[in-house]
């Protein structure tokens, strides 16, 4: 299947800083990608979906000034978590899928290894 | 805003076939049934989806009824790396986003 990399696997930063993740496409284009955040034994949440050359869509609750996502070409987005603090140390996960349009198509969505970020 | 529901957990003898219900009810026309897993501190793995036929791969088989209103997955062989969280999801139409439940805890025993 189609491959989905993220980076970095973990990251430890102090509180107040910021933190950069990468995911890419190795494989295929994608028109849209979704960021999830997951805490310990609980399921994924969709923070935002980002599509490219244009602005993310943010799922309610989540702060956009706080979760910069930026996806800039076909075969990347990055996900900044600005100022960090303790409370923002999870399991980050992107995913990647090519639809095109308003509505989905018959696609398959590929997710990336995830990122866990602990912030001290 | 759930709109599946699957065992929170099941067992599964290895070598043997496991089949994991979800019930989505309120399935519409247009959307899929989507089958992926997440092994502990991993990514989710796509495994299968289909709209009304069953399918298979080679990982698994998708039994999705006439009704459309549950299906099954089927690993007909499990094995101890099966062991994992599976999630039924359902996705199609205006609905394009890929939502988690809280999935079924597959364990696979020697």
């Known amino acids: 299947g189609a491959v989905v990399s993220q980076h970095p696997s973990w990251v430890i930063c102090k509180s107040g800083t910021s933190v950069k993740i990468e995911c890419r496409s190795l494989d295929f284009q994608a028109t849209t990608m979704f960021w999830y955040r997951q805490f310990p034994k609980q399921s994924l949440m969709l923070m935002a979906t980002s599509n490219e050359g244009s602005k993310a869509t943010y799922e309610q609750g989540v702060e956009k000034d706080k979760f910069l996502i930026n996806h800039a070409s076909l075969t990347l987005s990055t996900l900044t978590v600005t100022s960090a603090h303790p409370e923002d140390s999870s399991f980050y996960i992107c995913s990647a899928g090519t639809r095109t349009g308003a509505i989905p198509t018959n696609e398959k969505l590929f997710f990336g290894s995830g990122t866990q970020l602990s912030v001290l | 805003d759930a709109k599946t529901t699957q065992p929170t957990s099941m067992d599964c003898a290895e070598g043997r076939a496991a089949n994991l219900p979800c019930n989505h009810s309120?399935?519409?026309?247009?959307?899929?049934v989507y089958w992926y897993r997440q092994i502990h501190s991993q990514g989710p793995q796509y495994i299968i989806h289909?709209?009304?036929n069953n399918e298979t791969n080679e990982m698994a088989s998708l039994i999705i009824t006439e009704d459309r209103k549950s299906s099954t997955l089927i690993l007909p062989h499990a094995t101890l790396r099966d062991t994992a969280v599976y999630y039924c999801i359902v996705r199609g139409g205006s609905n394009y986003k890929l939502t988690f439940g809280k999935g079924t805890l597959l364990t696979v025993n020697p």
């Open positions: 289909g709209l009304k």
């Open positions: 309120t399935i519409s026309g247009n959307e899929y």
